[in-house]
DNA sequence: AATGAATGAGCATTCATTCAT
DNA sequence: TATGAATGAATGCTCATTCAT
């Protein structure tokens, strides 16, 4: 979760280089995966000398795990904004709907990253990263079905932890179908062409199947 | 789709070398990714020489697409079963559950490659292998929401096509989750430690979610 | 000290092949020592690609550990023929000055290959190979002083053991003054430029300086 | 021999820095061998910054000569005073004997250095440094014992060119016998485990074993 | 004068693939 | 047809040295 530690050469460069490294790795990692990713690649890329690579991050493993740990912040950011709003729970999730398709479409590649990282063998220590953030969603989804639940707005005989895991697994999913190849075929197979120019019928469908989910009526 | 032009050689040898080619080269592939996977590895564990490793399959891809192959046979096989039974949609929604979580749990590595393959830059000519498979699974689904929906039991304002995407979608999470390391941890996160012990509640909870989403009453 | 468990594919390409290896490995560790020794090239000058080298070394150390292995044999062959021989003690030791002199010469590399392995770091496992050896010259020479004190030869108040060492210092330095640079510059420096065309008069001055050092009159 | 031209700048740093960066790098030279010795590292450890060391020297080459100069110099030190004193030769080899056993081991890094110089390709170079000092214990050496041969102490029949000689490598390997590993190891098996703790006996046999060889009597 | 960030050549090692037997 | 030895391109990482500040 700290990285601050290593990172100091990294963080004293201009922000402009910052993010052409950032950039560069994050592409770099989604095109290929972790293992086939190649360091002096991604230094060509961000026009930054494979020395000074080495200076920023210790080995490519730590390069990774700064690139995830950025995204996650990122993702973070988002969702925290929406979950503390002031909506009530279906205008939430409707606006982590929207959200969704709008980032993972302009963030093809960090999308991609979450999805290749959920194979990696780096688990261990991807994990410790992402943990902090998948536990705040969790906890939050969990207690706002709690809160609905207890206002009878929610069916009684739900389990709000798994409920909270299945409405996260379709919004996961989402996000996926919007960024990596495979899923968007899916997607397509599934649907029509034509799909990824209807958001808003995708938004307002998922809504229902939420919503029916969930709600009493 | 059509393989068997290219393996003339491997459909030769006896069922038991090419069962244990295989064995190795799921284990190989599900463990490392497509890039780290060490042919030479396979064929030592399969007891078998390199030549004849490039003797059955031109190269490593295509060894990694005949597994991709055998493994959505063996999954389209299942699910044709179930979906094929006499069940009615809910029935035969608790029997695929029932199923991958059995299934996912005693073909760990075969399900990990399934994740995997969503993130290889093979997609393309992946999806033309699995591509069949989501297709049947896509219309299936669609088709039997359609009866339901005209039969008056489940809602009229759903697009059965995407609704059936995200019945789809909590489905192949379900699978990760009980297979891949990352997302084995996001449940264990999301509900509790034991959670792993508890397939009927489960089980349970997500048939209680589908029908919601689904049904009327 | 048993090697053959990794080196079975060495063992078995041609003598020829091995030994161009051995050579080639020899003169760049001697040159450079093992840290800059450098694998490639050792390759390149034996004619053999760097894939086979790793298939016949599993690494560098591995390669560099057979190579001393291979000298000390060469070595402790020599030395146990003199050892075992029918000479007495003041025979055995003018025999292995001799030998000293001319096998240094004709083995230059594997002697300053002798030299730096003194100063590696990888004293241990080098130890390991080597005490063998200097184990059995330890014991032969002690026991051969022994042997001549008991038969009143040698002064009653010597230590067998210290002087062996002190024997073998002496043998040591030698060697290493015919083949190793700095040590060669020693000796011109200490007795005179045509030194090296004096081995005779060599031999016979560290004789009476051995002599003296060990026998009554 | 004469290295200020070039170390003009490193003269006139406070004597405080300029033992701590001699300090550094002997340890890393000691350690590390001149290959492998990180001049990067050694700037760290001596709290110096890089571009200072190569303000103060040329590059690595001249730093690795500039502190075998040091050493040489230390030792150079210490045995003029052993050999101008007023003890007679079997007096001075005793002191000599002594100050190794203490020197050796109070500078371990430096005695290790020693042995490293006698590998390197530097070899050229460094003997130009050491010539100096080798030279005149070479002339000294030699001129006692003709005195002692003079005096009718000493065999008429030595080459007391040879005999200084011997001697002196002698004085050698007991020097490395009390600092670098492999020598260290093999006095233990030459003689004992616990030989390190029996500085009196090595001398006091050491003695013996080079009055028989040079004394009458 | 002092700094330390930046450079990039260089090297150990791996592994998909070929081909002589 | 089957083998497995041989190949060599490719890549992560290090470190001596430079030079702008």
């Known amino acids: 979760?700290?990285?601050?530690?290593?990172?100091?050469?990294?963080?004293?460069?201009?922000?402009?280089?910052?993010?052409?490294?950032?950039?560069?790795?994050?592409?770099?990692?989604a095109e290929h995966g972790y293992e086939s990713a190649n360091i002096n690649n991604i230094a060509l890329k961000a026009e930054v000398s494979i020395g000074s690579m080495y200076k920023y991050f210790k080995n490519k493993e730590e390069l990774y795990l700064a690139i995830i740990h950025f995204g996650v912040e990122s993702l973070k950011g988002i969702l925290e904004e929406i979950i503390c709003s002031?909506?009530?729970?279906?205008?939430?999730?409707?606006?982590?709907?929207?959200v969704i398709q709008s980032y993972s479409r302009s963030n093809v590649n960090l999308t991609k990253l979450y999805n290749?990282?959920?194979?990696?063998?780096?688990?261990?220590?991807?994990?410790?990263?992402?943990?902090?953030?998948?536990?705040?969603?969790?906890?939050?989804?969990?207690?706002?079905i709690k809160e609905a639940k207890?206002?009878?707005?929610?069916?009684?005989?739900?389990?709000?932890?798994?409920?909270?895991?299945?409405?996260?697994?379709?919004?996961?999913?989402l996000q996926f179908s919007y960024s990596c190849e495979y899923y968007k075929e899916r997607l397509k197979m599934f649907v029509s062409e034509d799909i990824f120019d209807k958001d808003d019928l995708v938004a307002e469908q998922l809504m229902k199947f939420i919503r029916g989910a969930f709600f009493l009526e």
């Open 1 to 29: 979760m700290n990285f601050n530690h290593t990172l100091e050469a990294f963080n004293r460069i201009s922000e402009e280089k910052r993010n052409k490294i950032f950039d560069a790795a994050i592409n770099e990692f």
């Open 86 to 98: 002031e909506e009530d729970l279906l205008g939430k999730i409707e606006k982590i709907i929207r």
């Open 116 to 144: 290749q990282m959920t194979n990696e063998n780096h688990s261990g220590l991807v994990w410790e990263i992402v943990s902090d953030m998948e536990g705040v969603t969790a906890k939050l989804y969990a207690s706002f």
């Open 150 to 173: 207890d206002a009878g707005k929610v069916r009684n005989d739900v389990d709000e932890k798994l409920f909270a895991y299945f409405l996260d697994n379709l919004f996961i999913l």
